[in-house]
């Protein structure tokens, strides 16, 4: 679930799927690990994988406060092109230059 407001919590992202009659085993919203503000997305997960289809289609384009809400099943997370942390053999600066290392 995405696009809601910055001031919402755990806990009001699950009463929203619990007021749509869903059993909800958790519902997490991301926080920025610097600032700790939302990111504006979290993760549902319900009891029953047979009621995802219709939370997707009863959240995907309500308006919750002042923001239309986008839902969509959880995908699996693709390996990123820079392969991702490093490894512990070669760091990269931000422009592709090798940084040295004191290991």
Not at 17 to 40: H, I, Q, Y
Not at 78 to 89: E, I, L
């Amino acid at each position: 679930v995405s696009d809601f407001e910055e001031s919402v919590g755990d806990d009001e992202l699950r009463a929203l799927l619990e007021g749509f009659g869903f059993s909800v085993r958790f519902a997490k919203v991301f926080r920025d690990r610097r600032t700790n503000r939302s990111r504006r997305f979290g993760m549902v997960m319900l009891y029953s994988p047979h009621e995802v289809p219709r939370a997707i289609e009863a959240v995907d384009g309500f308006v919750w406060g002042y923001c239309k809400l986008h839902a969509e099943k959880a995908k699996p997370r693709q390996p990123r092109k820079d392969g991702g942390a490093p490894t512990g053999k070669v760091f990269r600066s931000g422009y592709g230059k090798e940084l040295p290392q004191n290991v």
